[in-house]
């Protein structure tokens, strides 16, 4: 397998205003923390550009959105503070789709896990399928979903973040995840492509300074993730090292 294919891949193309953002990664659209990175930096600098009003969201394949953080690299942590450094990966996505002044458009086309579900939550507003049946495993591998939590305590509430977290082995239905506000909008596979591409023009056609207002009301009183995400991260990374997660982490793999 070639660096590229280990280290994920990440494209950005342009329709008018419109920039689509597709990652990609063959371990179900893992993230190993060099995605992550790119992924972030891709984020902030379409919020500094002047030609993009709106960002559409997705990633490649038709099964699997995103699985979340890459085991390979979980297992590959020897310490806390490349644990904290690890987890800290999603923290900094999370914030700069928070911070990013620009609407973020939610592509789902199938199931997500984990660190995946914390990026549909912060998307603004979230396209998805009958086949995106979510779920929150971190449990069963020994940690929890701490970076990711207020994302999605914010989308679907703390009720519904608590359903998800405890019955860790349990895959919420995509149904399910619509009723709670998870996804916007549920439809056939086929109509997806177009669903998203004909909202994604007509949120581009409004006026783009009232969208980036809109998108400061949308994110009000979430300030103090800049550094809860961080601790959180913290937490996590002292928690992957236990003997629990490291067996976890080995049978999940086999």
Known sequence: ????????????????????VQFGHPASNSFPRELLDRLTAEINSLSRNKEVSVIVLKSEGDRVFCSGASFDELLLVENEEQGTEFFSGFAHLLNAMRNCNKLI????????????????????YVFATPQSDVKLSELAIGIGPFVIEPAVSRKIGKTAMTQMTLAAHEWKSADWAFQKGLFSVLCETGDLDNAVENFAKKLSSYNPEALQEMKKIIWEGTEQWESIL??????????????FSRNALLQFKK
């Open 1 to 20: 397998m070639s660096l590229e294919n280990l280290n994920g891949s990440l494209e950005t193309s342009f329709q008018n205003t419109i920039a689509t």
């Open 105 to 124: 458009i939610g592509r789902v086309q199938g199931k997500a896990v984990g660190g995946g579900v914390g990026i549909i939550s912060a998307c603004d």
């Open 230 to 243: 961080i601790e959180r991260a913290n937490i996590t990374g002292k928690l992957v090292l236990s003997d």
